[in-house]
């Protein structure tokens, strides 16, 4: 990967993760889900279940929930010092369709991925050097009529 150089991209980077700590506070902090149905819950935490049952025996180092809007994002403050991989993890539910990038504290943007809202998990895999700040921004269109959830789960660490 290419580290970003130019003082523009920086501040660039920079208001990006800004734009996303200002978003977290629209997303509830990880807590118990109810069983999803087939319409949005009250609280958000639908999508919950989804990712909780794929990553089963994987370390969770952040996560949230909560209803669908046009624009969704969040920032982890740092990832632990023997974390080198981390997976961005996204589901929503509503019949939507979201697009979702993650972003690194050291400016390096991944590739942004694109999925249905239909309980489908969209996923990038982010290798991190040294412990870093780990973001993403999601970009739903379509139905907002949904909840949608995220984690940040462990994929590699030094030994």
Known sequence: ???????GRRAWVAAALFGLLLTAAACHP?????DPGS????????????????????????????????????????????VTGV????????????????VTGGGVPARAISGPCDGSIVRQD???????????????GGSLDGDFAYGYYVEKTQD
């Open 30 to 34: 990880d807590r118990p889900a109810s």
């Open 87 to 102: 997976v961005v993890a996204f589901t929503c539910t509503g019949g939507g369709a979201v697009t979702v990038g993650a």
């Open 126 to 140: 982010v290798d991190l050097p040294k412990p870093d700040s780990i973001g993403f921004t999601a970009r739903v």
């Open 39 to 82: 319409s949005p819950s009250a609280d958000g935490s639908g999508a919950v279940p989804i990712l909780d049952g794929a990553f089963t025996g994987t370390e969770k180092i952040g996560g949230g929930f909560g209803r669908l809007a046009a624009d969704l994002g969040n920032t982890l403050a740092v990832t632990p010092g023997h």
């Open 1 to 7: 990967m290419t580290r970003i150089r130019t003082a």
